[in-house]
Nanobody, 125 residues
Framework: QVQLVESGGGSVQAGGSLRLSCAVS????????IGWFRQAPGEEREREGV??????????YYADSVQGRFSISRDKLKNMVYLQMNNLKPEDTGVYYC????????????????WGQGTQVIVSS
């Protein structure tokens, strides 16, 4: 069983920064996809892909809405994945989930097998 535990969420003013962390257990493979999805507040909000990385090809992928502002990285020795979020906007508000799968990266939430419990990010104007 793979477990993902997020931390680092909080409340910030627009233009501020946060770094989210994801602790990964029992995921020691040569190549896998790991990344972040988020769900905005409100009824019937779908989880949207934010950032992903494929460890086998050194690829980094970002949603258009966060391109240039967010950065995903990994500390292999510590089994940690990070999402550095700069120049935050109110529309970035939501619950952020760390996700992982062995079948490659995808922008579809149902393609990922493992999910963390989520950490809340609130950006005020």
């Amino acid at each position: 069983q793979v477990q993902l535990v997020e931390s680092g969420g909080g409340s910030v003013q627009a233009g501020g920064s946060l770094r989210l962390s994801c602790a990964v257990s029992r995921l020691a493979y040569d190549a896998f996809c790991i990344g972040w999805f988020r769900q905005a507040p409100g009824e019937e909000r779908e989880r949207e892909g934010v950032a992903q990385m494929y460890t086998g090809g050194n690829g980094h992928y970002y949603a258009d809405s966060v391109q240039g502002r967010f950065s995903i990285s990994r500390d292999k020795l510590k089994n940690m994945v990070y999402l550095q979020m700069n120049n935050l906007k109110p529309e970035d508000t939501g619950v952020y989930y760390c996700v992982a799968d062995l079948n490659g990266c995808s922008w579809k939430s149902d393609e990922f097998q493992w999910w963390g419990q989520g950490t809340q990010v609130i950006v005020s104007s």
